[in-house]
């Protein structure tokens, strides 16, 4: 009978949605491992960004310092000539190239506390880098754990649910589980079936004519809606 037929793929349509209740149970648990470990690949790269700044910074400070190492043996050496000068002019060279050079000793000097001190502050941060990445594997290990089991449950459930669809299927006829699994290729999980309210589908609205709906009701003919693809169900099939 074609009304008991309906409502099989009523009940299995019922069913398909609690399908779709635990996929989306399986995504939360997937998202959430993808989850952390999207945030430990940002603060990985981030980590990477770090320790090459900081070895650009700690290469400069070699330069730096080797540079002032340089610059301040050349002045030392250039106050112990002035009380050896010649003359006034031997003096008032070397004391113009100390002019330069003290300048540059300064400038040398606070450029290196700078960089130390940025050298720390890039350390400290690679350092709370390593931290989360240490502490987050730890985590994720677990949350991989308990998702996995999580999402094993779901399928079994799943599973379960897809055998009952399949025997409500097998107890409808032919062209009645036809009808629904070429709906469903589109409609999954959204109303595959759809049903005559006023002439007209109750999902799409497409209008249908008063002997067309009259004959769908009564069972006596099997179609698909013209406006949306569903699988026009007698309304009274609901009801049982």
């Known amino acids: 009978m074609a009304i008991e037929d309906f409502k099989h793929l009523i009940e299995a349509q019922s069913l398909e949605k609690k399908i779709k209740e635990h996929l989306d149970a399986i995504e939360e648990q997937v998202s959430r491992v993808k989850h ?9 790269n981030a980590k990477s960004d770090l320790e090459s700044e900081l070895n650009d910074k700690t290469a400069k400070l070699s330069t730096k310092e080797k540079d002032l190492f340089e610059s301040e043996a050349k ?59 240490k502490g987050s ?23 379960v649910l897809e055998e009952r669809v399949d025997s409500l299927l097998s107890q409808s006829g032919e062209i009645y589980k ?14 595959p079936l759809c ?3 006023n002439s007209a589908c109750h999902v799409c609205r497409y209008t249908l004519n008063q002997m067309q709906a009259s004959e769908i009701e009564k069972g006596v003919v099997t179609e698909s809606c013209p406006g949306c693809g569903r699988l026009i169900t007698p309304l009274s099939a609901k009801t049982l």
């Open 75 to 133: 002045a030392e050496k250039t106050n112990e000539h002035i009380p050896l000068a010649r003359n006034e002019q031997e003096t008032n060279a070397l004391q113009k190239e100390l002019d330069v050079l003290i300048p540059k000793i300064e400038n040398l000097q606070e450029e290196i506390l700078e960089l130390m001190q940025t050298i720390e502050d890039l350390g400290e941060q690679v350092a709370e880098k390593e931290e989360f990445l």
């Open 195 to 197: 049903f005559v309210s």
């Open 36 to 44: 952390i470990e999207k945030q430990r690949e940002i603060s990985a």
């Open 137 to 159: 594997l730890i985590s994720l290990e677990k949350i991989k754990g308990d998702s996995e089991n999580e999402i094993n449950s779901e399928e079994e459930k799943i599973k």
């Open 178 to 191: 036809t009808g629904f699994l070429l709906s469903n290729e589109k409609h999954r999980f959204n109303n």
